[in-house]
């Protein structure tokens, strides 16, 4: 939040955690873009997992596949920066959401 606050004009959090913000760049007239990424970092893994593959679908034999997104946020941290120093015209929309590995809590 301390990162992406001095690119925005408006930010809170809801009741699930998830950070939502905003930033209307120049004139405003233009598109309305959302940009997403996910906060919550993987839990440690089963030891003894084994990841099992289906055509295209990927599993885990026991807990969770495992991913984050830590490059995520940082490429649309990045943007913020980069969106204020170009001509884009229009209203962004920010939101970092939590909890999608658990029962989509934050989705």
């Known amino acids: ?7 925005v004009d408006h930010m809170t959090v809801d009741n699930a955690g998830n950070v ?8 405003g007239h233009g598109p309305v873009i959302l940009l997403n990424a996910h906060l919550d970092t993987v839990e440690g893994f089963a030891p ?19 991913a984050d997104d830590r490059a995520g946020t940082a490429v649309v941290l ?3 920066n980069y969106l204020e120093q170009s001509d884009f015209s229009g209203r962004v929309k920010f939101i970092f959401t939590v909890g999608e590995e658990a029962g989509l809590v934050g989705a």
Do not use: C, F, P, V
């Open 20 to 27: 939502l913000a905003q930033k209307t760049y120049n004139s």
């Open 78 to 80: 990045e943007l913020a």
């Open 1 to 7: 939040m301390e990162k992406l606050g001095q690119h």
């Open 48 to 66: 003894e997992r084994k990841i099992i593959k289906d055509g295209s679908h990927w599993s885990s034999s026991e807990g969770i596949l495992g």
